[in-house]
């Protein structure tokens, strides 16, 4: 009989992440953010390849990185709206954890699996800044995908690419919550 963690299951039931524009610092400090860091590492990675990195961006950082978006969606031609709602992210939050693909030669680990690995880097990571108690969030975005701006802002090499930027701070309103997915609409059960 397999032994229950019926604390972990209720968390995970009950989990909601927190919009990036509700958080507020303070955010962890680097003792309360090793743990966090330290669960994500935990992560299936296909092979013991290690195919994600974390940058740890704060305040100083993430006012440098709002201006980089600004820069980024005016070169991409993108709206003001667009433009100050990617900057917005970056001016709110207290801390982000920029999670890096970087894929790895391997001819037992395809690439997919390795994308696969570093997207659950990102979850483990939210959902251990939600465990701890923090509001967290998983943003992406149009810059994030803009080589200029992943290369120059966060200096990634060629070979990288971001899966997510987990903003951490403390929770400014508790979201009310949302519908969640019909099992009976995309679950199938197969018995022979």
């Given amino acids: 009989m397999p032994t229950p963690n019926p604390a972990a299951m209720d968390f995970l039931l009950s989990r909601r992440s927190r919009p990036a524009k509700t958080l507020k610092a303070p955010g962890p400090d680097d003792a309360a953010l090793m743990p966090l860091l330290t669960a994500a590492a935990r992560t299936p990675d296909h092979g013991k390849l290690e195919p994600w990195r974390f940058i740890v961006l704060r305040a100083p950082a993430m006012r440098r990185l709002a201006d980089a978006v600004t820069e980024c969606g005016t070169r991409l031609g993108k709206s003001g709206e667009d433009i100050a709602k990617a900057r917005d992210a970056w001016e709110r939050s207290p801390l982000c954890v920029a999670v890096v693909e970087v894929q790895k030669d391997s001819p037992k680990i395809p690439a997919l699996e390795q994308t696969y690995s570093a997207g659950a880097a990102c979850l483990a990571l939210l959902n251990a800044a ?17 080589r200029g701006f992943v290369e120059g802002a966060l200096g990634l090499g060629a070979d990288e ?10 929770e400014g309103a508790a979201p009310p919550e949302r519908p969640r997915p019909d099992l009976d609409q995309i679950v199938s059960w197969v018995s022979e």
């Fill in 130 to 146: 939600l465990a701890s108690g923090w509001g967290a969030n998983w943003l992406s975005g149009w810059a994030s995908h803009d």
């Fill in 161 to 170: 690419k971001i899966a997510g930027f987990i903003h951490i701070g403390t």
